[in-house]
Every structure is written in C-alpha cells, then in structure tokens.
C-alpha cells in the first residue's frame, strides 16, 4: 500500500474579495454587492463583528445586519444587500 495524495477539491477557489471589503453572513462568507462595512456606531467594532443575518423564522422574514459585539441589529431589510446599505447609512449618521 502506498500512500496516496489525498487532493481536497471540495473548497471553492480562492475569493478576490476579501471578508474586510464588503458584509459577511453569519458563515462568514462574503456577499457580492455589499458596501465596505462602516463601523458599529456603539462599540466600533469592524467588519470582523458584523454579519447579515437572514431572519425566516418569524412570519415576516428579514435581513438584518448584526454587531456580534455589542448585539445591536441594523435596520431589517428584504435583502443582504439592502441590510448592508441600511447598516451603513446609520452608522454614518449616528456618527455626525
Ligand atoms: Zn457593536
């Protein structure tokens, strides 16, 4: 028996987009189309805290971006997209 190369072609080719250029959700996989994260207005935490979360439990699903630090939730939106823009909007006017 000799050994055999064991090629792990299951993961999908590397990304161009980086995780600390545009939203995440909460597998930590980067959305197409979303802004580069403007910072949590209440505790400052960056792109590494913050994750769309797609909320279908409920009778009204919605996206909605969420600080894993902190715990405050971005206005809730029918897409990721929108959620990241809303998340982003607020931030920059709770900041001016
Ligand atoms: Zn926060």
Redesign the pocket.
């Known amino acids: 028996m000799s050994p055999r190369l064991i090629v792990d072609n299951t993961r999908p080719p590397q990304q161009h987009i980086r995780p600390t250029d545009c939203f995440v959700d909460d597998d930590g996989r980067p959305i197409a189309g979303t802004p580069p994260p403007e910072p949590?207005p209440?505790?400052g935490?960056g792109s590494g805290?913050l994750t769309v979360v797609h909320y279908d439990d409920g009778p009204c699903p919605y996206y909605a971006v969420d600080?894993t630090?902190?715990g405050?939730e971005g206005p809730g939106c029918d897409s990721a997209v929108e959620a990241a823009q809303g998340w982003n909007r607020r931030a920059e006017g709770l900041r001016s």
């Open positions: 949590c209440f505790c935490s805290s600080c630090r902190c405050c």
